[in-house]
């Protein structure tokens, strides 16, 4: 199994309804969760951060982390054709290890 | 700050050529890592080091090599290079260990040919 899955896509929305990217995670130990999201072409950038469980909003970002179920989820509100981008869920791996796990990232698409 | 920097941009490279690939951070990090992402797939993490002079192997280190002689610089060589070493390179780091958040290089993109 995996530590970190994503389901791959594509994942089509509409514009302006909620984009739903979904993950999860095997090891127990793990903390701390990141979403990145990916353009084609450039590099992982850091969008949202989740520590404990329960939901963080930033702006139309709403990052949900539910550590009895193992997943973490991350919605986009308000959905723009800007979104349109692979998102990369990660996941530390606990007790102290420095690493991250990565998922193999899912494609969205925002339709116009 | 710059953040995270690579060099070069892209590199076409021949069978059995070597090259090192450079990455620098102006933000005091102590840990750097290097990725390889290949078209389609997750990053695979090749080597990381938590601070100046430590270094670990990742996933995939067969083929590279690095060193860690200061805090801001962490290059990747790489020896001898084969077509299965074609992909793109992502240089990342974090501050400390309880800080994960890890910031990414814009990418070296490299062919083997």
């Known amino acids: 199994q995996k530590e970190v899955e994503q389901n791959s896509g594509p994942l089509s929305v509409p514009e302006g309804a909620i984009a739903s990217l979904n993950c999860t995670y095997s090891?127990?130990?793990?903390?701390?969760f990141f979403w990145y999201r990916q353009y084609s072409g450039k590099s992982p950038e850091l969008i949202m951060s989740?520590?404990?469980?329960g939901d963080k909003e930033d702006g139309r970002f709403t990052a949900q982390l539910n550590k009895a179920s193992q997943y973490v989820s991350l919605l986009i509100r308000d959905s723009q054709p800007s979104d349109s981008a692979t998102y990369l869920c990660?996941?530390?791996?606990?007790?102290?290890?420095?690493?991250?796990?990565f998922g193999t990232g899912t494609r969205l698409t925002i339709i116009p | 700050n710059a953040g995270v920097t690579q060099t070069p941009k892209f590199r076409i490279l021949k069978i059995g050529q070597s090259m090192t690939l450079q990455c620098a951070q102006d933000?005091?990090?102590?840990?750097m890592y290097w990725y390889r992402q290949d078209p389609g797939m997750g990053l695979k993490l090749i080597y990381y080091?938590?601070?100046?002079?430590?270094?670990d192997k990742g996933e995939v280190p067969n083929g590279y090599n690095v060193s860690r002689s200061t805090t801001e610089d962490f290059p990747l060589r790489l020896e001898l290079a084969a077509p299965s070493q074609t992909s793109v390179y992502f240089c990342?780091?974090?501050?400390?260990?309880?800080?994960?958040?890890?910031?990414f290089g814009p990418g070296t993109r490299l062919t083997v040919t």
């Open positions: 990342a780091s974090s501050l400390d260990r309880n800080h994960y958040e890890q910031y």
């Open positions: 090891d127990r130990g793990s903390q701390s």
């Open positions: 989740i520590y404990s469980n």
């Open positions: 990660a996941g530390e791996r606990g007790f102290g290890n420095e690493k991250l796990t």
């Open positions: 933000m005091n990090h102590n840990y």
């Open positions: 080091s938590v601070g100046a002079g430590i270094t």
